[in-house]
């Protein structure tokens, strides 16, 4: 799947920019000043969660407004599955956390 992302004759390389965002090879966002707040959520039973924590970690050392929502029992994308209490717990999150940035937006 990296071979759809990366560009052409790019190498399979983990730490390619387009596919490890926040790496060693990562753009500087320091100085972006409309770089708007994120939300990362972390899955405490997510095989990627080590990569997800680093991603709001670089942010945060970046300077940026950044949110870290941990689920410790959930799995990747556990939000897809409406069943599941946890995954109305985050959308009414992500909710929440929209309509707070709104709300900075208009008052700036």
């Not at 965002?21 to 500087?28: E, H, L, T």
Request: charged residues 25%; negative net charge.
């Amino acid at each position: 799947m990296w071979k759809a992302f990366l560009p052409p004759g790019e190498g399979m390389d983990r730490d390619h920019e387009v596919i490890n965002v926040s790496g060693p090879r990562a753009a500087d966002i320091s100085k972006l000043d409309d770089f708007p707040a994120t939300m990362v959520v972390v899955g405490g039973c997510d095989s990627l969660q080590d990569w997800q924590r680093r991603y709001y970690e670089w942010l945060k050392k970046s300077g940026k407004n950044a949110y870290l929502s941990e689920y410790p029992t959930m799995v990747h994308a556990f939000y897809i599955f409406p069943e599941l209490p946890e995954s109305t717990q985050l959308i009414s999150e992500i909710k929440d956390f929209i309509h707070k940035q709104c709300s900075k937006v208009v008052k700036n």
